[in-house]
């Protein structure tokens, strides 16, 4: 059952790859329109060594970006709930920076911030992709403290402190956590957007190589980037479900049918 | 113990769920309030626990209660479904600053009370309904309050669970000789645990009438199948009827 679910999708990866191949070379497509499997694989090896590095700075940068996002998403969610009224005064503004698209700030945002450090305007639009789901989902979980367990803490005279780390905390949780997987994704996006945006020579990450390859019609090379790209938000994706099931294992409803 | 009087509530927004109730109990008695849902029991235990503000009217506990001196089980168990049963009975212990070592003694004590004590590190969703609420009267019980309320906690479960928790609840009550406010719309169990039952009708909320069960205490041996049971869930039926009309 278990070995099903992992070897199923690697089949039909597999397959589709042979397809793929097969296709190309029958087709005699040329490789700067679609370059087969074994030449992505090829330009892979050829270059690793400037992608690995392109990879792990675009990596450094979503990683910075997602670990801020979580830190003020979850702090200032827990202000929310602690005034009703530095809710209502801020809520909105981050309302207005989710709903504008992040590629129309963008020039702005490389302006103002990127001019001597092109790094920080990247990282600075990371972060707004990846900033909002934090801080709605985290602001929803600490509401949805059970009321009967809210009673209780006041039948027995808890301080806010108590009511915030006992129950509000752990309650928020399993929100926090569903909206992390969320914006690890997003964090890596939003550092993919900012490099294009950024444009060329401001910064070596994945988006960079893609555009580069793709200027000197080296089709391969693109695949290859793209395929770490893909590679990357697989791995964040996995580590935060396992991070997920790790914390939630033994007590939420939805882990209920893997057993206690 | 506790004396309520001339007490209303009005909720904002107009529904006035409480109006002219007056009600005593003595310390160590065991007092049910029965009515049809909607009628108000539980905004009046509510108010009796101080976790909502009366409109109108006077609530006195003699002595005055301390925080930690009244336990409270809710319709639902209201457990932390993150923590196991033992840190859940020690939830009061822990608001109050209690030391490590004695809440685990002290929860542990009280777990045994309620018949879990080989539950002490299962958590709740994988106990029963009636263990659960077996775990949150352990709660109740475990900054050893003279004071028990309880709303409905027995009203999910099913009959037998229900019987058996009943005849445990006047044991444990009995032993500790608590003051028990126990608010149910069932007739049969209203008469099975209290020594008196206050009937209540609603829009507006009050009382209107109550009964005294002329019975031991400790209900005898199949005091549930007697003659003296049957007439009294009668006569109340026949009340109940008459009020809501
Ligand atoms: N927080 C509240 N706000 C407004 N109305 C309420 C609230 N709580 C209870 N009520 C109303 O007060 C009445 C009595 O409710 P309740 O005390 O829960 O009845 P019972 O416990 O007997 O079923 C009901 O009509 C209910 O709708
Ligand atoms: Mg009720």
Redesign the pocket.
Known sequence: MKAARILSPILVVLMALGLWEALVRLWQVPAFVLPAPSAIWRALLEDYASLLVSAWMTLRISITAFVLAVAGGVSLAVLFSQSRAVEMALFPLAVILQVTPIVAIAPLIVIWAGIDNPNRALLLMAWIAAFFPVLSNMTLGLRAADHGLLDLYRLYGASRWQVLTQIRLPSALPYLLSAMKISGGLSLIGAVVAEFVAGSGASMGLAWRIMESGNRLQIAKMFAALLLLSLLGIAIFFCLSALESLLLRRWHESRLEQGS | MLTIENLGKV???G?A?LAGVSMQMAQGEIVSLL??????????L?IAAGLIAPSSGRVEWTPPLEKGGIGVVFQDPTLMPWANSRRNVETPLRIAGVGARERHARAMEMLTLVGLENFSEAYPRTLSGGMKMRVSIARALVTRPPVLLL??PFAALDEITRQQLNDDLLEICGKARLSVLF?T?SAAEAVYLSERILM?R??P?AIVNEIRINAPARRAEGFRHSPQFAAYCGQISTALRAAAA
């Open positions: 909720f904002p927004g529904t769920a009515g049809p849902s909607g009628c108000g029991k539980s905004t009046l509510r709303d409905e608010v719309h209540m609603a829009r909320g």
